[in-house]
């Protein structure tokens, strides 16, 4: 997988590692020449002194090749750009951070499907969702160590009732998506492969979640 992380704050950092370590190809593009060399000296991927939010400098990265971009810089509208500049080119995921509610709004209403809000998000939950488990939390309904995450149902799920899925204490299902529709939990839903399943949970349970979540072929691979 080829991802694009645009700005070299600590979230942007700890996912370019996570996907370094597990084989992933990483281009970082950070506009502080300082930090940026900083970078280049301690991470295994390629550091892009310049600034993101310019079109011939996301060609210079190869944006063409991009599986994934995330645009996590400090100001919600450069990272807006660099999602609209994204689509322009077809990067299949779009990862956008924000810190204002208002302009996650703006970016889910011109299409976004991947918002985050960053003070409420890790780099864990963005490196599960480029690897497709999308656990990107409703971050503006949050309270306390409470989490609402998404995950999509691999083929071992096929055919099962939600009901007979087991999940860990302090964690129920809502329901879940598939495509347009939504069918919530007390309708007993039999999962099909890809629906995207809501939960709601605790911090503590929610790598547990993940896990169990995988599909056989990624867990054949790990092994």
């Known amino acids: 997988?080829?991802?694009?992380i645009v700005e070299g704050s600590a979230l942007g950092v700890n996912l370019a590692q996570t996907l370094i370590q597990t084989g992933s190809e990483v281009v970082l593009i950070e506009r502080n020449p300082n930090r940026a060399k900083e970078l280049s000296e301690?991470?295994?991927?390629?550091v892009i002194n310049?600034?993101?939010?310019?079109?011939?400098?996301l060609e210079k990265a190869e944006i063409e090749k991009a599986d994934a971009i995330v645009a996590c810089t400090i100001h919600d509208q450069d990272n807006i750009i660099i999602g609209l500049i994204a689509k322009q080119f077809s990067v299949p995921?779009?990862?956008?951070t924000t810190d204002d509610v208002q302009f996650m709004t703006v970016a889910k209403r011109l299409g976004f499907h991947h918002v985050v809000n960053s003070p409420q998000t890790t780099s864990t939950s963005i490196f599960h969702t480029l690897r497709g488990i999308d656990t990107i939390e409703l971050s503006t309904m949050m309270r306390?160590?409470?989490?609402?995450?998404?995950?999509?149902a691999g083929k071992k799920f096929e055919g099962t009732e939600l009901s007979e899925i087991n999940l860990p204490k302090n964690s129920v299902f809502i329901?879940?998506?598939?495509?347009?529709?939504?069918?919530?939990?007390?309708?007993?839903?039999?999962?099909?492969?890809?629906?995207?399943?809501?939960?709601?949970?605790?911090?503590?349970?929610i790598e547990k979640i993940y896990e169990g979540f995988k599909d056989e072929e990624e867990e054949t691979n790990k092994s």
């Open 93 to 96: 995921e779009i990862i956008i």
């Open 50 to 57: 310049a600034e993101g939010t310019r079109p011939d400098i």
């Open 175 to 205: 329901g879940l998506y598939r495509n347009s529709d939504f069918l919530l939990y007390n309708q007993n839903p039999i999962i099909k492969e890809s629906d995207e399943i809501m939960i709601a949970t605790r911090v503590e349970f």
């Open 1 to 4: 997988m080829r991802v694009i």
């Open 42 to 46: 301690t991470l295994d991927c390629t």
């Open 144 to 152: 306390g160590d409470v989490r609402f995450i998404s995950v999509i």
